[in-house]
């Protein structure tokens, strides 16, 4: 079934090329296993087979382990941390409503009713935490968040949730997947990337952090795992179909809402870490777009700093529709940009 692309024979045995790596200063013989640290992994299929990319793969050190991963553990890591992609063909039989990946089709989503995502008074709820996957039970049992910091071997990711549909329940929740990296990185004394940001705005030592926007989730979600870690069990929400995953909710509060554009969302937070003027933007980096998160050290307001007719002239250029006006504190005023006559 794997695309015969990326099958090499190595020592009369079949092993899969899953490309390169990032550069290493450390030097390896063939043969030698090595662990290495990724971001994402995507399984394509394809007509003429399946392969694997990995993401941001980091060179850790040798292992003695004495035989490397196997698919169904690259497999597990789909389902546990990436996407199943299918390709589509040119043919003429292709259906072309074939699946997109998850993050695909919250990108879509999101690019049509974001400017439908924010509070309508003006304020709301939030909570940041932070899913671990891939482990045992003995760790999802017994290992608090800091204990798997420093163990330093799975994978996590934050999770920022935002109260900004409250009328309706199952789709209450506004998620922002932030990308927290290698958990080795991750400062023991805040427990997260995004925490310390909040927390150091003046200081630089960790840029801007990359992430994505999720499909709306339901209101419980809000309030999971504040009195204590959730586990999930193999096959659970967030959880693979054999290992377990532990959440745990590292600072919640209020906000309120500030200016919303189609790459622009600021946000005014208070929580028991995590204060002041926080935007997601997309940016531009390495010959891409992406959404970053920040607390940037100028806390002041979108809508003080700029003015509304100029913010409108500016978006008809760019053709956009859609421009959320607010200052924290007052009620927001949606505007459609293509019928508002300057």
């Known amino acids: 079934m794997i695309h015969p692309d990326r099958l090499l024979k190595f020592k009369n045995k079949y092993v899969l090329d899953l490309k390169n790596t990032f550069n290493t200063d450390e030097k390896f013989e063939p043969g030698d296993i090595i662990s290495v ?14 392969y694997y990319s990995l993401h941001k793969p980091k060179v850790r050190h040798i292992t003695e382990k004495k035989n490397t991963s196997t698919l169904e553990e690259l497999d597990n890591l789909v389902t546990s941390i990436g996407y199943a992609v299918i390709e589509k063909q040119a043919e003429a039989d292709v ?13 879509k989503t999101w690019e049509k009713i974001w400017h439908t995502r924010y509070p309508k008074n003006g304020k ?50 506004t998620g922002f997947t932030v990308f927290e990296g290698d958990p080795k990185d991750i400062p023991l004394e805040t427990g997260s990337k995004l ?49 377990y995953a532990k959440f745990f909710t590292l600072d919640w509060g209020t906000f309120q809402q500030g200016v919303a554009k ?12 995590m204060k002041g003027r926080m935007i997601i933007t997309y940016a531009p980096i390495g010959g891409k777009r992406v959404w970053l998160i920040d607390f940037p050290e100028d806390q002041t307001p979108y809508a003080e700093k700029y ?13 956009q529709k859609w421009l959320i006006w607010c200052k924290p504190g007052e009620k927001p005023i949606k505007i459609d940009v293509e019928k508002y006559k300057l």
């Open 262 to 273: 189609e790459h622009f969302f600021e946000y005014f937070i208070k929580g028991k870490k």
């Open 195 to 243: 925490i310390y940001i909040a927390i150091h705005k003046k200081e630089k030592k960790i840029e801007k952090l990359q992430g994505a926007w999720k499909l709306p989730e339901p209101l419980d979600w809000l309030y999971v795992a504040r009195k204590k870690p959730y586990i999930s069990a193999p096959k659970g929400p967030g959880a693979t179909s054999k290992s």
């Open 307 to 319: 003015k509304l007719e100029d913010v409108i002239k500016e978006l008809k250029k760019k053709k």
């Open 124 to 173: 709301g709820e939030w909570c940041y935490m932070c899913h671990w996957r891939g482990l045992t039970k003995e760790e999802a049992e017994s290992l608090t968040h800091r204990g798997l910091l420093v163990q330093g071997i799975h994978s996590v990711h934050g999770d920022l949730r935002l109260l900004t549909n409250p009328e309706v329940r199952a789709t209450a929740l």
């Open 37 to 50: 640290a990724i971001e994402d992994i995507w399984r394509h299929e394809t007509s003429e087979g399946i």
């Open 95 to 107: 259906d072309e409503e074939a699946p997109d990946t998850r993050s695909e089709i919250a990108r």
